[in-house]
């Protein structure tokens, strides 16, 4: 089984935010319709075959919690790992995490495995909670001009995107997810 996992912040006033981003993608891969919530994980899910798409719905900077449930239900976690601090359990080909990124601008992405969360407290929870960095992302650039303003990032990332950026980075989707389909 592969879990796909969009990072973003549930509600109705973080649709369309930067933070959102993870879930915009998602909802691109794997269409906007059928999701359900699935309390025992604390997150919205869609399943298709061998694959589980998931969006926490934890806020962002507690990902962790959503993702650790969903592992331990289906057992992807190594009983050797499961409450230890032991960080090199692959997951690379198990996990997949989509996520904003504030070192890339707008339209760029990066698959990056095995790294660590450069400040980005949604990964961060993900990687305290599993014990390993060892998994695969998709990062999606969300660093614009505005952001070289007086402008603290954890504001900039809850702002909504205007329709040129939105429609700048719904352009990157197709070549950045045709990208991580070839890994999972």
């Given at each position: 089984?592969?879990?796909?996992?969009?990072?973003?912040n549930?509600?109705?006033?973080?649709?369309?935010?930067?933070?959102?981003t993870?879930?915009l993608?998602?909802d691109?891969?794997a269409g906007?319709n059928?999701w359900?919530?699935?309390?025992?994980?604390n997150?919205?899910i869609?399943?298709?075959?061998?694959?589980?798409?998931l969006?926490?719905?934890?806020?962002?900077?507690n990902?962790?919690e959503?993702?650790y449930?969903?592992?331990?239900?289906?057992?992807?976690?190594?009983?050797?790992?499961?409450?230890?601090t032991?960080?090199?359990?692959?997951?690379?080909?198990?996990v997949?995490?989509?996520?904003?990124?504030?070192?890339?601008?707008?339209?760029a992405?990066?698959?990056?495995?095995?790294?660590r969360?450069?400040?980005?407290?949604?990964?961060?929870s993900?990687?305290?909670?599993?014990k390993?960095k060892?998994?695969?992302?998709?990062?999606?650039?969300?660093?614009?001009?505005l952001l070289?303003?007086?402008?603290?990032?954890?504001?900039?990332?809850?702002?909504?995107?205007?329709?040129?950026?939105?429609?700048?980075?719904?352009?990157?989707?197709?070549?950045?997810l045709?990208a991580?389909?070839?890994?999972?």
């Open positions: 089984m592969q879990i796909i996992i969009g990072l973003g549930p509600g109705d006033n973080y649709a369309q935010t930067r933070h959102n993870g879930w993608a998602l691109y891969l906007s059928d359900h919530l699935e309390k025992k994980f997150a919205m869609k399943q298709s075959g061998d694959r589980l798409y969006k926490p719905q934890t806020f962002m900077n990902s962790g959503s993702v449930k969903v592992l331990s239900f289906y057992h992807l976690l190594a009983k050797q790992f499961i409450g230890r032991k960080k090199d359990q692959d997951l690379s080909d198990t997949f995490v989509i996520h904003d990124d504030l070192d890339l601008d707008l339209g992405w990066k698959i990056s495995g095995d790294s969360s450069a400040g980005h407290r949604g990964v961060q993900i990687i305290n909670h599993l390993t060892n998994f695969t992302r998709l990062r999606l650039g969300i660093k614009t001009s070289r303003q007086p402008i603290p990032p954890e504001k900039f990332v809850l702002q909504r995107f205007d329709r040129a950026e939105l429609d700048t980075l719904k352009n990157t989707f197709e070549p950045s045709k991580l389909e070839k890994l999972i």
